[in-house]
């Protein structure tokens, strides 16, 4: 068990016969009355989003999580599968729980969180930052750089972001895979 003012973002907990995991929350102290946890959950097992609020002390039965790595292999009809790095054995994991699923290519790198109770899997996240190739990008034209002008950009995952006018296709870009947003081009080194 828990304090609700214990919730951080990725903590997990057993509410409503399900598992939540905390994907934002907030501390705040309203002018009148108890101080209160505002928080975002999202369910593991379906990906339904829930706002809830806490009041401090409130005891929740936390869940004890795991983190292993694990490498994407391809997809198919069960979801993405996967292979456990220790073990090498084989799970699907359904690509709503993935964070960045989008950015993810084969042979990718994941953490996958798994309850310690009954092994089953929570979710998995992409490394914060990815570098992956541009397939399809618009050339630039020269003299629209007054601002910070981007345009769209296909990446090699068929994920779109919004890169600078100076990308073109062939980069390797760096993105970041929480919020889609370019981060650099990477350089290649000889």
Same mark, same amino acid.
Request: with cysteine; net charge negative.
């Given at each position: ?7 951080? $973002?990725?903590?997990?907990?057993? %509410?409503?016969?399900?598992?939540? $995991? ?13 101080? *209160? ?21 409130? $005891?929740?039965?936390?869940?004890? *999580? ?37 950015? %993810?290519?084969?042979?990718?790198? @994941?953490? @996958? ?5 009954? =092994? #089953? ?11 992956? &190739? ?8 020269? =003299?629209?750089?007054?601002?910070? #002008?981007? $345009?769209? #950009? ?5 994920? &779109? ?10 980069? @390797? ?14 350089? &290649?080194?000889?």
């Amino acid at each position: 068990m828990i304090n609700s003012q214990e919730i951080k $973002k990725g903590t997990c907990i057993r %509410m409503d016969g399900g598992i939540w $995991k905390c994907i934002w929350f907030e501390h705040r102290k309203p002018g009148k009355g108890n101080t *209160v946890m505002n928080t975002k959950l999202k369910n593991v097992a379906d990906g339904r989003v829930l706002d809830r609020t806490f009041q401090v002390g409130f $005891k929740l039965e936390d869940v004890r *999580v795991e983190h292993r790595p694990y490498q994407y292999l391809y997809e198919d009809a069960t979801g993405c599968i996967f292979m456990n790095q220790e073990t090498f054995e084989q799970f699907p994991i359904n690509r709503d729980l993935i964070t960045g699923g989008e950015f %993810m290519k084969e042979g990718d790198i @994941v953490d @996958v969180q798994i309850s310690a109770d009954d =092994g #089953a899997i929570l979710s998995a996240e992409m490394p914060p930052k990815t570098d992956l &190739e541009v397939t399809h990008s618009e050339p630039g034209v020269k =003299g629209n750089t007054a601002t910070n #002008a981007t $345009k769209p #950009a296909i990446l090699e995952t068929g994920a &779109e972001v919004r890169v600078p006018l100076f990308i073109n296709e062939g980069d @390797v870009i760096t993105i970041s895979t929480e919020d889609g947003s370019y981060v650099s081009r990477v350089t &290649e080194k000889k």
